[in-house]
């Protein structure tokens, strides 16, 4: 794709990198042919292409309006169009470009100004959302259907396993909205990896990856976070700790990104990409152990969900499937397991409409088999699924646990 960059910001950091993505791009549409919410709009504006274009014009000093804004905020950003793309098109990396430079030409009205900045002072931070999701819940069973589906139950973390003695040692993210949420997720991650020799070591001035903020055009908001946990992590990795595991796919996908999104910043940008080395995915630290010492799961059928920030966004696919099958669990076919399921971090708050048709299209599919449960990978999933679904929703590593 030829470009004109603006004068304006053709030589800054983002101009430069947006031109270089821009020019990979040969106009072909076999984006469109992935993404959710261009098979649900059909408006070519919706999907990676037309989106695609629209920056274009952005960066080429050409008028930004509030139908651009609007398209690029219908985007799930779930990259689904870069596991498709043959030119290898960065789509993720260009519409946060797109976005953060959207955000400050054109000025949103004030109920989404508010609706924005309330999810940026509540989610990410662990205290303030547990306490309004524990108020919720006390009031959950007073609720009409519609609104109490959408308030978790409480859930009970379960033990971490007593010994500390392991010569090997992992740091854990515990997340903002995790602990609040599902906190038996990283639980039984700890007491899966200790069966196999490895400790994990919760950093208490860890929090939130910074994926909200960033995602939401906050950047420097979003390295704040960042920086936060790179000072809380790297004590831990001068003593040793051999990597960071993410039970939530979309802290992963962030995570590892690290050291790109930090690429300026003097200070840090070292021990960015050093933190990014070291992010692995908890199907990447079990996928590399010995299965011998796990026992054979009491057969189940279970559908599994991949969530976006793992099969796209990370590349990792198929992984936890053998795992599960490995372990004796019968997997159901689950047709155009490639779609979001429209939870997409604050998509289903911002965008409710779309993301409720994806939700729907993604439970009848999952569901389709007859499940006794449905697995994914991600905390927003997870929680998303089960505010639908007519079968119990876990955590895979759950499932794991659960056989021990």
């Not at 069966?195 to 960033?214: N, Q, T, V, W, Y």
């Not at 088999?369 to 991600?378: F, G, S, V």
Request: glycine share 8%; proline share 5%.
């Amino acid at each position: 794709m030829q470009t004109r960059i603006a004068a304006s910001i053709k030589d800054t950091s983002q101009g430069k990198e947006a031109d270089r993505i821009l020019r990979t791009c040969v106009h072909c549409g076999f984006c469109n042919a992935t993404c959710p919410t261009y098979q649900l709009l059909g408006d070519e504006l919706d999907g990676p292409r037309g989106r695609i274009y629209l920056i274009k014009q952005v960066l080429e000093g050409q008028e930004v309006t509030r139908r651009t804004q609007l398209h690029l905020d219908r985007c799930l950003t779930c990259v689904n169009c870069e596991t498709t793309c043959p030119s290898g098109v960065e789509y993720g990396k260009l519409v946060d470009i797109g976005r953060e430079l959207v955000e400050d030409r054109v000025e949103r009205n004030a109920f989404e100004r508010l609706q924005r900045r309330a999810l940026r002072q509540i989610v990410p931070y662990s205290a303030r959302f547990k306490a309004l999701l524990r108020l919720g819940q006390a009031v959950r069973p007073f609720l009409p259907r519609t609104l109490k589906n959408k308030v978790p139950p409480r859930v009970k973390a379960g033990q971490w396993p007593a010994s500390d003695d392991h010569a090997r040692k992992m740091l854990i993210l515990e997340g903002c909205v995790q602990p609040a949420i599902r906190p038996s997720i990283n639980a039984a991650a700890a007491r899966v990896l200790d069966k196999f020799g490895i400790g994990l070591i919760r950093a208490p001035d860890a929090g939130c990856c910074g994926a909200l903020s960033h995602h939401l055009t906050a950047p420097e908001e979003a390295k704040q976070f960042m920086k936060r946990n790179i000072d809380a992590w790297w004590p831990h990795i001068e003593e040793g700790s051999k990597a960071i595991v993410m039970t939530a796919s979309g802290c992963g996908s962030i995570v590892k990104e690290y050291g790109r999104i930090l690429k300026d910043d003097p200070k840090y940008r070292d021990k960015a990409t050093k933190i990014g080395g070291l992010t692995k995915d908890l199907s990447e630290v079990l996928g590399e152990e010995d299965w011998g010492r796990l026992q054979p799961a009491k057969p189940r059928r279970i559908a599994f969900h991949s969530p976006c920030t793992l099969q796209h966004g990370q590349q990792i696919q198929g992984v936890v499937e053998n795992m599960l099958t490995r372990l004796g669990f019968e997997l159901t076919p689950v047709a155009d397991s490639h779609l979001c399921c429209g939870s997409a971090g604050t998509y289903s708050i911002l965008q409710p409409s779309l993301s409720q048709q994806l939700l729907d299209d993604k439970l009848e599919n999952l569901q389709q088999n007859d499940p006794e449960l449905i697995a994914t990978a991600n905390i927003g999933c997870l929680a998303h699924l089960q505010t639908k679904a007519h079968v119990p929703v876990v955590h895979w590593i759950e499932l794991l646990d659960s056989t021990q």
